[in-house]
């Protein structure tokens, strides 16, 4: 299998090259044989070539099998008048891949649970993903500025609500069969037909149980009730604030990972944290979630569900008995934590 | 003054009322003229005049001089092929009454803290006031639907961006002295010329600190550090989101007030829970929300700043030696709890 690495800006670089270094493993352990291009995306893409995605990357993307993603961004690259910015680059490269459900899970594990803001009793037994529809919406809707106004469309079409809430149902099926679709139905015409749309897809899984949440009250449940979700889809902005709402409550965002798929061609697995110059450089990002990513790639671009299992179990071990990050409360290096989850491994 | 009061549904009549008593309360104390008349709005209006803000209501509203809203809507109207919804009342007054600036303060009492889904410490000397914009943005811009697709306009004028933004820096002036403008600049036009207008109404207040951050990266930061905002402003959809987030944190929804100010006439002033239909008539709502938001009517819409801190000071003598409603861990009735607060305000 050809993967294309993109390790874009700040911590990029050190989490890629750490998730990199446990797919090298599972091939060799297991027998595989899988290939690594890196290629430029975000803010050293503008560096080095004037543009956040620039045409060898998306060639690169366009034949891969699957792709990893460190992070994207900084302040370097976040002048308000800058005609080119590194985000640009992920959202071309989601367009191009036409990757629309972006899949991220929320589990809890016990050791790092007592850093979440939320009191352990709301956060037990949370164990939930977020599908966030991913290239359609306001983010790639026509946009307008002038002297005195701006505009920004929101459109949906039939078809992509659709696509989106069947993969919602689909994995609501192998887990605790039920879908919340979350929406703004009492104001915007988008979602009264996302949610009739969800409603229709949902006769179709007649084993599967749907629930509609408008999005102000999913903000207060998520913190409420965090427990009683199992599979939430979304739209594409409702689904960015949310999720990045939710993952606080795993106490550490360096946990998190996540995958863009669904396009025909590559997935994209990257943590959810962000690029934190601040730390770059400097061996302190918690490789984890970009490791727990490259599980998730394994498991859905490369169809490798017990080496993805395998790399999963590892990073629980080392949670447990390791010792870990600063952001998890240690003082473990990236490399540390890594060379501890590749010993894991084996 | 003459006031306007809107009972509304669910157990918005029973905590109108608690808010009505005490501004009674309160211009006898103080020998004011207060009267009041009750207009028909969202889902018991359309039960009555097939019109969630009917004719009537309407004049009523543009005479008064504040008006004090219970609660709207309900599973009965909801219905979602109705073509007549109880929250179409509230869109509908809050553009007729041009009531720009959504106001909602978020402070915690030591006694309802413990609340919280945070832990204490996350929550500690927090102290903040949301401004929403409530009558621009997605909410109000153009709509399509088809077959095939639908679409929402977001648009923002300058001028409104302008009026919402001074509006939260002149609030800033008065407390902590530093304004967070939440926007998603770095995908939408709207939030580059909201951030844009937003940067040059600063330099009108170089007493205050302008912060700018995104919607998603304000969804993390309202839980893991809360206590660092003073006053955050954002556009309408953003603001319905960030403030129900927001709301949670206090530990009882029952407990927020709300004021939508801003318009040519009056102000509407309401609690910030629903209409809570599963509770309704059994005298178990909390009226201290309504109560605060009587006390702002008196600030803002009547010029009663020391009647307002009587009012104030009376729910904060409740909230720390009272029996409070259920929702607050008591088993006090509206009627206990308002009787409570009237006692106090002698
Ligand atoms: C960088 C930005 C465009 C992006 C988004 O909003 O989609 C990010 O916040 C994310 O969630 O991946
Ligand atoms: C009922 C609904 C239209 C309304 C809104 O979204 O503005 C409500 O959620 C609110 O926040 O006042």
């Known amino acids: 299998a050809s993967i294309v690495v993109l390790p874009g800006d700040?911590?990029?670089?050190?989490?890629?090259?750490?998730?990199?270094?446990?797919?090298?493993?599972?091939?060799?352990?297991?027998?595989?044989?899988?290939?690594?291009?890196?290629?430029?995306?975000?803010?050293?893409?503008?560096?080095?070539?004037?543009?956040?995605?620039?045409?060898?990357?998306?060639?690169?993307?366009?034949?891969?099998?699957?792709?990893?993603?460190?992070?994207?961004?900084?302040?370097?690259?976040?002048?308000?008048?800058?005609?080119?910015?590194p985000e640009q680059g992920l959202l071309a490269m989601r367009k191009l891949l036409g990757v629309f459900a972006n899949v991220r899970p929320l589990k809890l594990h016990p050791r790092t649970a007592a850093l979440s803001p939320l009191k352990p009793e709301r956060t037990k037994g949370v164990d939930l993903v977020?599908?966030?529809?991913?290239?359609?919406?306001?983010?790639?809707?026509?946009?307008?500025?002038s002297e005195t106004d701006a505009t920004d469309e929101c459109r949906y079409t039939v078809e992509e609500i659709e696509r989106v809430v069947r993969h919602a149902f689909e994995l609501a099926r192998t887990r605790k069969k039920k879908v919340t679709s979350v929406d703004k139905?009492?104001?915007?015409?988008?979602?009264?037909?996302?949610?009739?749309?969800?409603?229709?897809?949902?006769?179709?899984?007649?084993d599967v149980e749907l629930e509609h949440q408008l999005v102000d009250s999913m903000a207060m449940h998520l913190l409420t009730r965090p427990a009683d979700y199992d599979v939430?889809?979304?739209?594409n902005m409702f689904g960015d604030i949310l999720t990045d709402e939710a993952s606080v409550l795993a106490g550490s965002l360096g946990l998190s990972p996540s995958a863009s798929i669904g396009g025909p061609g590559a997935g994209v697995y990257e943590p959810i944290?962000?690029?934190?110059?601040?730390?770059?450089?400097?061996?302190?990002?918690?490789?984890?979630?970009?490791?727990?990513?490259?599980?998730?790639?394994?498991?859905?671009?490369?169809?490798?569900?017990?080496?993805?299992?395998?790399?999963?179990?590892a990073v629980d071990h080392v949670l447990e008995h390791g010792n870990l990050t600063r952001d998890l409360g240690g003082n473990a290096t990236t490399h540390a934590v890594t060379r501890a989850v590749l010993d894991a491994c084996n």
């Open 10 to 85: 700040g911590i990029g670089p050190e989490v890629a090259s750490a998730g990199v270094a446990v797919l090298r493993q599972v091939a060799e352990r297991f027998g595989h044989e899988f290939t690594f291009a890196e290629h430029a995306i975000g803010g050293d893409a503008i560096d080095r070539f004037g543009d956040p995605l620039p045409v060898q990357t998306r060639e690169a993307l366009l034949a891969a099998d699957a792709i990893l993603l460190g992070a994207v961004g900084g302040p370097k690259w976040s002048d308000p008048n800058a005609t080119v910015r």
């Open 130 to 145: 977020f599908i966030r529809e991913l290239t359609g919406g306001i983010y790639f809707g026509a946009k307008t500025r």
């Open 185 to 206: 139905a009492n104001v915007l015409e988008t979602s009264r037909l996302w949610r009739s749309v969800a409603t229709r897809v949902a006769a179709d899984y007649p």
């Open 232 to 235: 939430i889809v979304t739209e």
């Open 273 to 313: 944290h962000g690029s934190a110059p601040d730390i770059a450089g400097q061996s302190l990002a918690n490789p984890l979630g970009t490791i727990l990513s490259a599980a998730m790639l394994l498991r859905h671009s490369l169809g490798l569900p017990d080496e993805a299992a395998v790399v999963e179990a």
